[in-house]
């Protein structure tokens, strides 16, 4: 890999060079890095910049919300409103979509994000997350709806993610691989530090909160099940356990060394299909995996085929090393 390459320059190699993508999608992710570099700084001063504990609110889908979660997301806003590459946002902390401004140009992108993931974790000083996901508003009328944001993960033309943890790392696909960029503090940018980002197809860790073990559906408890039997198990083989309880750390953490990680929907909430967001969570995080070779299912179908029918909507989610993946999706099948 060559030396040296700032996100800045890979870029305008993307556009220029390859021809992969537009000037303005371009320019969007340079926005959203510089957005995620204030993020990490604010991230960084913790208790030293007031940035902790929670802000005596509650967003739509009735979280309370962290101080960190409204920072972050206001910072998203302000970067990406006036640059003329959008034509409307919508966020995890925000109950509607957010139009361009009149005063500022249109353009012809739509962003999401969680703008703060693993918020149980900033209070305590572990690993957490930007994540977002671009989109194409669709041509033929004026204006933004919602329903404009309505597409298939499938549809999306850019998604990653930044992890604020011992390092900054954002994490970046357009739909020809992953590429990995680490914020160099001295010269202030992010520099391309591992292309080509593969996932192996087998693993031996898995990632689940086990808490909600006595909720799970009958295919998870016997995946598990299966996992914990280890060497004497069906398996064969022993396996680890992580849960970092921030999806962007422990989906980093599956696309530097594999995995499987899994959010399913459980009886605690049987009318919601999961906990997790399908379009800024799942969806950017599935393309990210499938992009490294790796695979996301609901349990029984591709996450990047599922039709959202609305903004916020759930999802269950089973993603990572293929072979893991494929084989709890037969288990779901099967049941
Ligand atoms: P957010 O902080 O954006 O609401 O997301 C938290 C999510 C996800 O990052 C993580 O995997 C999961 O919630 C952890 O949930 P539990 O606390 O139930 O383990
Ligand atoms: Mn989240
Ligand atoms: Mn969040």
């Avoid at 992710?29 to 960084?44: G, Q």
């Avoid at 900033?122 to 597409?151: A, C, M, R, W, Y």
């Avoid at 954002?170 to 292309?195: H, K, P, Y």
């Avoid at 950017?284 to 490294?292: D, G, H, I």
Wanted: with cysteine; hydrophobic share 40%.
């Amino acid at each position: 890999m060559k030396k040296n390459i700032t996100l800045s320059r890979y870029l305008v190699e993307q556009q220029r060079v390859d021809g992969l993508i537009p000037a303005q999608l371009r320019l969007l992710i340079e926005v959203v890095a510089r957005a995620c570099k204030r993020i990490s700084h604010s991230v960084n001063k913790g208790a030293l910049g007031d940035v902790l504990g929670t802000a005596g609110s509650e967003n739509v889908q009735g979280e309370v919300q962290k101080k960190l979660d409204i920072i972050a997301n206001e910072v998203l806003i302000e970067a990406n409103e006036w640059g003329g590459h959008l034509a409307a946002m919508a966020s995890e902390e925000m109950d509607s979509i957010y139009l361009v401004p009149n005063r500022y140009p249109q353009g012809e992108y739509l962003l999401m994000f969680d703008p703060l993931d693993g918020s149980s974790n900033i209070d305590v000083n572990v690993s957490i997350g930007t994540i977002f996901s671009v989109l194409k508003k669709p041509e033929g009328h004026p204006g933004v709806t919602e329903d404009d944001f309505l597409q298939a993960g499938a549809q999306q033309v850019a998604a990653g993610y930044c992890v604020y943890g011992p390092q900054t790392t954002l994490v970046l696909t357009f739909g020809d691989g992953v590429a990995m960029f680490t914020l160099d503090r001295e010269q202030g940018s992010f520099v391309l530090t591992q292309e080509n980002v593969r996932i192996p197809e087998d693993t031996k860790e898995f990632a689940i909160n086990m808490s909600n073990m006595r909720h799970w559906d009958e295919p998870v408890k016997r995946y598990v099940d299966e996992c914990l039997a280890g060497v004497e198990g069906p398996r064969n083989k022993d396996f680890n356990m992580r849960w970092i309880a921030s999806m962007v750390a422990d989906v980093h953490r599956i696309l530097t060394r594999g995995g499987v990680f899994m959010y399913p929907w459980d009886k605690r909430e049987p009318n919601k299909p999961g906990k997790l967001r399908l379009m800024y969570e799942a969806n950017p995080m599935s393309w990210l995996v499938e992009q490294a070779g790796g695979a996301a299912t609901n349990g029984r179908e591709r996450i990047l085929d599922i039709q959202p029918t609305k903004l916020h909507e759930r999802v269950s989610v089973v993603l990572g090393s293929k072979n893991e993946v494929e084989r709890i999706t037969r288990y779901h099948t099967e049941a």
